[in-house]
């Protein structure tokens, strides 16, 4: 079936370092893949998304690009702020039974220090 | 509406007592998804309509847990008999069903049973 795996959290930052948080996915075919962010108190909200293989998605000085040969699609930042401390949850979107079903991986909490 | 709307956003609730969760998506989007997230894990998926249609139910997590959907618009989420392992926030989330289109999330309700 579909899924995604995320690593496990939580993460620990300073702020100015690098981040990586690794995501993996199964899905047979060509699924659409999504970051989501939840901030402390708020809700869900897009953070960014990439659609095919080799697209870069990109905002907010995040990155994640779609890899179809190692089936990965890990989210980075090179330089974090106290701001983006949060959940992050990768995500894919695939056809089922002629509609769209949407899979989250587990969550990353990532916490940055000052 | 402008975003999706859950309701209500906080419920307390006696163990076996049955409880109703609402939830309004935008509008036109034709896809409708329930999450489950208890503290501090992931989103456990739950069920999704297209329409009016559920087809995939395979996340209810028991015969007490069932959804509907009515014309195309809102959705109720059911618990029967509550127990206190349903203690968690209840996400919801519309798209417009399109494979690469982002899922608009609600604020969730937060339910806890006594």
């Known amino acids: 079936g579909n899924s995604v795996t995320q690593m496990e959290g939580p993460v620990t930052l300073s702020e100015e370092a690098f981040l990586t948080i690794n995501c993996t996915y199964t899905?047979?075919?060509?699924?659409?893949l999504f970051w989501y962010v939840q901030y402390p108190g708020e809700g869900l909200q897009l953070l960014l998304k990439?659609?095919?293989?080799?697209d870069k998605g990109s905002n907010k000085g995040f990155e994640a690009t779609y890899r179809k040969e190692t089936t990965s699609f890990h989210l980075e930042k090179g330089s974090v702020q106290v701001s983006d401390s949060a959940v992050y949850f990768c995500?894919?979107?695939?056809?089922?039974?002629?509609?769209?079903?949407?899979?989250f991986g587990q969550g990353t909490r990532l916490t940055i220090n000052p | 509406g402008a975003g999706v709307s859950q309701s209500p956003s906080n419920k307390v609730t006696e163990k076996g007592k049955d409880v109703e969760l609402r939830c309004d998506p935008i509008?036109?989007?034709?896809?409708l998804y329930w999450y489950r997230q208890r503290l501090g894990q992931g989103l456990e998926f739950l069920i999704y309509?297209?329409?009016?249609?559920?087809?995939?139910k395979s996340g209810l997590p028991s015969d007490r847990f069932s959804a509907e959907r009515t014309g195309e618009s809102v959705s109720t989420l059911t618990i029967q008999r509550t127990q206190q392992e349903d203690s968690a926030v209840y996400l919801c989330?519309?798209?417009?069903?399109?494979?690469?289109?982002?899922?608009?999330f609600g604020q969730g309700t937060r339910l806890t049973v006594v």
């Open positions: 995500a894919l979107s695939k056809l089922f039974q002629g509609a769209q079903k949407l899979v």
């Open positions: 899905a047979t075919g060509y699924p659409s």
């Open positions: 990439a659609t095919k293989a080799d």
């Open positions: 309509f297209q329409g009016n249609s559920a087809p995939d």
């Open positions: 509008s036109g989007h034709t896809a």
């Open positions: 989330a519309s798209s417009s069903g399109a494979w690469n289109t982002e899922a608009f």
